[in-house]
């Protein structure tokens, strides 16, 4: 157990509305991500965050934002939620070192009607 | 740039039968390897990686699989399948030992008949 946790779990939301997705973890790894996982596409990063206030774009980054202020959390904001950005959104940190493996927090379903 | 094929979106054996999941690679530098397995409604853990060394490598659950660099290929297997591997699974390749990035692929999902 790599100490993920993700809040909420469910969220339903209506389109243009802010929506930020809290990613937490209790063991102060370097590394953060976030992901989406949409049937037929796996999961893609959408971004990750190699320190405290040091993030990069990943694959699908287009209408996502994320900070991390403190190495604990990792925030990923839809600025105006769309129907396209319904998806589960999975949060993993990486633990060297033990390699490239990645550890999965349990994902937050978002619908955007 | 790197990139994953998983050959088939869905599979289907029987209970006690061979399971044989297909993925193939790209990669301009030698690659890290994983498989991930995701249970319905949870996250996904990882079965077994390759970073170096012994080409076949064996995970959890008796699942195995093996880098093949000639062929582009870390098909994942396991003799003997259980009605509790009903499951989807994920091959995902990295070439970068800082972790920055795993490229996933997308996904295949095992149904196990009675």
């Known amino acids: 157990d790599a100490g993920i946790t993700q809040s909420p779990r469910h969220k339903v939301t209506e389109t243009g509305t802010p929506v930020t997705l809290r990613c937490h973890q209790t063991?102060?790894?370097?590394?953060m991500y976030w992901y989406r996982q949409d049937p037929g596409h796996g999961l893609r990063l959408i971004h990750y965050s190699y320190g405290v206030k040091d993030t990069d774009k990943g694959e699908v980054s287009d209408g996502y934002s994320v900070s991390r202020s403190k190495t604990e959390d990792f925030l990923l904001t839809l600025e105006s939620a769309t129907s396209s950005q319904t998806s589960v959104y999975f949060c993993?940190?990486?633990?060297?070192?033990?390699?490239?493996?990645?550890?999965f927090g349990p994902g937050t379903r978002l619908t955007v009607l | 740039a790197q990139s994953v094929t998983q050959l088939g979106s869905h599979v289907s054996v029987s209970e006690g039968a061979l399971v044989l999941l297909r993925c193939n690679y790209s990669?301009?530098?030698?690659?890290?390897l994983f498989w991930y397995v995701q249970y319905p409604n949870q996250g996904l853990q990882l079965l077994l990686k390759y970073t170096t060394g012994a080409t076949l490598v064996k995970g959890i659950n008796g699942f195995e699989a093996e880098f093949k660099k000639s062929e582009t290929s870390f098909h994942l297997t396991k003799p003997s399948a259980h009605m509790s591997d009903a499951a989807e699974y994920f091959c995902?390749?990295?070439?970068?030992?800082?972790?920055?990035?795993?490229?996933f692929g997308s996904g295949t999902r095992l149904s196990i008949r009675p």
């Open positions: 990669s301009s530098v030698p690659p890290y």
């Open positions: 993993a940190i990486s633990v060297p070192p033990v390699g490239n493996e990645q550890f």
């Open positions: 063991e102060n790894h370097r590394y």
């Open positions: 995902a390749v990295s070439e970068d030992s800082s972790a920055s990035k795993i490229i």
